[in-house]
């Protein structure tokens, strides 16, 4: 198992910047592609970037592309989020995601394990 804990969220206000971290436990985390989906009330959850396990490969959703990035440190275990030019329409629910499926994580039905999510609030 590869549980996944999520930080890093918080309140901030339109234009300004937050840091969301991932930390997975298991000795296979190396080998497996990470992602942050978000899930807005009433909405589904949605993609938002993924890292291959090398990190040579991202991929991101058109609506944060040029606004996020996504990042890992191995040795660390860890997957980073920066977002920045946050808008009010980035507020949701984050959420880390793992994969051994695929090479990089683009839908849900990818994902093996999930984090248990972190609340980002961007005030207008």
């Known amino acids: 198992q590869v549980p996944l804990v999520e930080s890093g969220g918080g309140l901030v206000q339109a234009g300004g910047s937050l840091r969301l971290s991932c930390v997975a436990s298991?000795?296979?985390?190396?080998?497996?592609?990470l992602g942050w989906f978000r899930q807005a009330p009433g909405k589904e959850r949605e993609f938002v970037a993924t890292?291959?396990?090398?990190?040579?490969?991202?991929s991101y959703a058109d609506s944060v592309k040029g606004r996020f990035t996504i990042s890992r440190d191995n040795a660390e275990n860890t997957v980073y989020l920066q977002m920045d030019s946050l808008k009010p329409e980035d507020t949701a629910v984050y959420y880390c995601?793992?994969?051994?499926?695929?090479?990089?994580?683009?839908?849900?039905?990818?994902?093996?394990?999930w984090g248990q999510g972190t609340q980002v609030t961007v005030s207008s």
């Open positions: 995601a793992a994969s051994s499926r695929v090479p990089i994580i683009t839908f849900r039905s990818a994902v093996n394990y």
């Open positions: 298991g000795r296979t985390f190396s080998t497996y592609a």
């Open positions: 890292i291959s396990w090398s990190g040579a490969t991202t």
